[in-house]
């Protein structure tokens, strides 16, 4: 057998494995097959090391000019911030930066838009062959589900149908001055309105988490839709994009039975040119969340007065009570908190006249040998409840006037764990004032008119309201540190604001503070003189009674002339 090897024929055959010469004089080679392997190996190893130390190299250079340190110049720019250069290229770097997230922020919602419209299209082309299929019989079972995306449009229509009935694009016809709804200004910071609330301001900071809500959301939203591709596309001159600081100011109103109408005005591109912007904001069809029934005959009220003197306005405030709770047989428990000792033999006659005269016997009358604290005595009362049950608190005043309607509203306002309730009652101003002769008034049950004339909705006060013990002994009861008037009230409303249980805040048509001379004590600290005075000013008379009073002469003379 011959092989062919590097160009010299070899015999296997005729060489033999000892010798290193053939007979023919001719040198002869002989390998192993292990021998030619290794060669092999070791030849195919030296090129693969080759390849990778190239590769290596390769990755090496690239690292070195990826990593390339910042020149010293640079550096010593860097380092001191202060410095002019250092400033300047910050700020082009933000500058710069931003301008990329914009434009990436920018193409995000154009490629949104898109996908919006063509699952649009899709939705709509797939509604139609479910109509079809529908029409003729042969929707398959599986598919009825989604014939109910007709929901939406019809959701869709109503909306539209809000929209055309709203004053939004075009007037319409009003009986009076009074049916016209007006807007409400704002700002990003501010919100100038008619109707002030509770703070009686003017103008107001976005406070209100609901009010700053909305109003930051609607910019929000009118930002996307001014920097949207399709507003880009019908307003070609626009060059630049929006942002909150262009936002000059918007107007607002509230149709209660069609929605909420925005008017946002932007900064154009000079200084003469506004994007003007109108949104409307849709109110949907009533949803109905629960129903169920309420019994409130085994309820009991615990009625608690703290008191100090003032014996004609408790026989008074007795004789509301004998009336509303006794003769109609209403669940309730009178809980009397007492201070000093003048008069209180008084108290505990009248309590007996009136047990003696109904039989009721439903009070507890607690004295204390200190001074005048309001929430000392509603603390000490709530407390002083020993029964299992546990009992729905209204904390009152000797000064209040209650009716049966009211109590029913303590019942279905307040439950254990969830809400309590702080009515504003209507304060009742002075019937001398009113009626202009304080020798000749009309019976109280007259006088008990809710109107702009004879009185006001307390809504600064929240010393009233209907709670339940339990949550009363959770939240921590009042701030014992506090003596004298007010404030105490306002601690204890607070903390209900900052826990998870609801307040009920409402008018109550049914509770009413009936007047009667203020005097606000020297030795009050200065702020709360201050409130004392301004409630004192409050109580006397409307704003216009005021003034005839106080220009009283001028209208004399007038007369006389």
Same mark, same amino acid.
């Given at each position: 057998m011959?092989?062919?090897?590097?160009?010299?024929?070899?015999?296997?055959f005729?060489?033999s494995?000892?010798?290193w010469?053939?007979?023919?004089?001719?040198?002869?080679?002989?390998?192993?097959p292990?021998?030619?392997?290794?060669?092999?190996?070791?030849a195919?190893?030296a090129?693969?090391?080759?390849?990778?130390?190239g590769?290596?190299?390769?990755?090496?250079?690239?690292?070195?000019?990826?990593?390339?340190?910042?020149?010293n110049?640079?550096?010593?720019?860097?380092?001191?911030?202060?410095?002019?250069?250092?400033?300047?290229?910050?700020?082009?770097?933000?500058?710069?930066r931003?301008?990329?997230?914009?434009h990436?922020?920018?193409?995000?919602?154009?490629?949104?838009a898109?996908?919006?419209?063509?699952?649009?299209?899709r939705?709509?082309?797939?509604?139609?062959?479910?109509d079809?299929a529908?029409?003729?019989?042969?929707?398959?079972q599986?598919?009825?589900?989604?014939?109910?995306?007709?929901?939406?449009?019809?959701?869709?229509?109503?909306?539209r149908?809000q929209?055309n009935?709203?004053?939004?694009?075009?007037?319409?016809?009003?009986?009076?001055e009074?049916a016209a709804i007006?807007?409400?200004?704002?700002?990003l910071?501010?919100?100038?309105?008619?109707?002030?609330?509770?703070?009686?301001?003017p103008?107001?900071?976005?406070?209100?988490?609901?009010r700053?809500d909305e109003?930051?959301?609607?910019?929000?939203t009118?930002?996307?839709?001014?920097?949207?591709?399709?507003? $880009? $596309?019908?307003d070609?001159?626009?060059?630049?994009?929006?942002?909150?600081?262009?936002?000059?100011?918007?107007?607002?109103?509230?149709?209660?039975?069609?929605g909420?109408?925005?008017?946002?005005v932007?900064?154009?591109?000079?200084?003469q040119d506004?994007?003007?912007?109108?949104?409307?904001?849709?109110f949907?069809?009533?949803?109905?969340?629960?129903?169920e029934s309420?019994?409130?005959?085994?309820?009991?009220?615990?009625i608690?007065?703290p008191?100090?003197?003032?014996?004609?306005?408790?026989r008074?405030?007795?004789?509301?009570?004998r009336?509303v709770?006794?003769q109609?047989?209403?669940?309730?428990?009178?809980?009397?908190?007492?201070?000093?000792?003048?008069?209180?033999?008084?108290?505990?006659?009248?309590?007996d006249?009136t047990?003696?005269?109904t039989?009721?016997?439903?009070?507890?009358?607690?004295?204390l040998n200190?001074?005048?604290s309001?929430?000392?005595?509603l603390?000490?009362g709530?407390?002083a409840?020993?029964?299992?049950?546990?009992v729905?608190?209204?904390?009152?005043?000797?000064d209040?006037?209650?009716?049966?309607?009211?109590?029913t509203?303590?019942r279905?306002?307040?439950?254990?764990?969830?809400k309590?309730?702080?009515?504003?009652?209507?304060?009742?101003?002075?019937p001398?004032?009113?009626?202009?002769?304080?020798?000749h008034?009309?019976?109280?049950?007259?006088?008990?008119?809710?109107s702009?004339?004879?009185?006001f909705?307390r809504?600064?006060g929240?010393?009233?309201?209907?709670q339940y013990?339990?949550?009363f002994i959770n939240?921590g009861?009042?701030?014992?540190?506090?003596?004298?008037?007010?404030?105490?009230?306002?601690?204890?409303?607070?903390?209900?604001? $900052?826990?998870?249980?609801?307040?009920?805040?409402?008018?109550?048509r049914?509770?009413f503070?009936?007047?009667?001379?203020?005097?606000c004590?020297?030795?009050?600290?200065p702020?709360?003189?201050?409130?004392?005075?301004?409630?004192k000013?409050m109580?006397?008379?409307s $704003?216009?009674?005021?003034?005839?009073?106080?220009?009283?002469?001028?209208?004399?003379?007038?007369?006389?002339?």
């Open positions: 011959f092989l062919f090897k590097n160009n010299v024929l070899i015999d296997v005729e060489c494995s000892k010798s010469f053939c007979s023919s004089g001719v040198q002869k080679t002989f390998e192993s292990s021998t030619m392997f290794r060669r092999w190996l070791l195919l190893m090129r693969f090391g080759l390849v990778g130390v590769f290596s190299c390769c990755l090496l250079l690239l690292y070195l000019l990826a990593c390339k340190p910042a020149s110049r640079k550096k010593q720019s860097l380092l001191w911030p202060e410095g002019t250069t250092s400033k300047e290229g910050f700020m082009a770097l933000l500058q710069e931003e301008d990329s997230h914009r990436y922020i920018n193409s995000l919602t154009k490629q949104i898109e996908l919006k419209d063509a699952l649009q299209e939705t709509l082309q797939l509604q139609e062959s479910l079809k529908k029409a003729k019989g042969i929707l398959p599986g598919l009825e589900s989604l014939h109910k995306a007709t929901m939406q449009s019809d959701l869709k229509e109503f909306f149908s929209l009935q709203a004053e939004v694009t075009s007037g319409v016809s009003l009986p009076s009074y007006p807007f409400d200004a704002f700002t910071q501010t919100v100038y309105q008619l109707e002030t609330g509770l703070s009686k301001h103008a107001e900071r976005l406070v209100r988490k609901d700053k109003l930051i959301s609607t910019v929000e009118g930002l996307h839709i001014l920097n949207g591709p399709q507003q $880009h $596309h019908e070609t001159r626009r060059k630049h994009t929006c942002s909150p600081a262009d936002f000059i100011q918007g107007l607002t109103r509230t149709e209660r039975n069609r909420t109408v925005y008017e946002l932007f900064k154009g591109d000079g200084p506004f994007t003007q912007l109108l949104l409307f904001r849709p949907g069809p009533p949803m109905k969340v629960k129903s309420v019994d409130t005959r085994s309820t009991v009220i615990n608690i007065i008191l100090s003197k003032r014996m004609e306005a408790f008074s405030f007795m004789g509301n009570f009336e709770c006794i109609q047989n209403i669940k309730v428990h009178l809980t009397v908190v007492y201070f000093g000792k003048e008069e209180v033999d008084q108290v505990k006659s009248v309590l006249q047990t003696r005269e039989r009721f016997r439903s009070f507890t009358l607690i004295q200190e001074d005048f309001r929430g000392r005595g603390e000490v709530a407390r409840w020993r029964r299992r049950q546990n729905l608190l209204f904390f009152c005043d000797v209040i006037h209650f009716t049966a309607d009211f109590l509203s303590c279905m306002n307040a439950e254990p764990g969830k309590v309730f702080y009515p504003v009652l209507f304060s009742q101003y002075n001398a004032v009113i009626y202009r002769n304080s020798s008034l009309p019976p109280l049950q007259q006088q008990l008119v809710i702009q004339e004879t009185g909705w809504d600064f929240f010393g009233m309201t209907c013990r339990s949550d939240i009861g009042f701030d014992r540190s506090i003596k004298g008037w007010g404030l105490e009230d306002v601690h204890l409303y607070r903390k209900y604001l $900052h826990s998870k249980l609801m307040v009920i805040r409402s008018p109550s049914g509770l503070h009936l007047w009667h001379e203020k005097s004590a020297d030795e009050l600290p702020d709360k003189y201050k409130m004392c005075m301004q409630t000013a109580n006397e008379a $704003h216009g009674q005021l003034g005839e009073l106080y220009f009283r002469r001028e209208k004399e003379r007038h007369l006389d002339r």
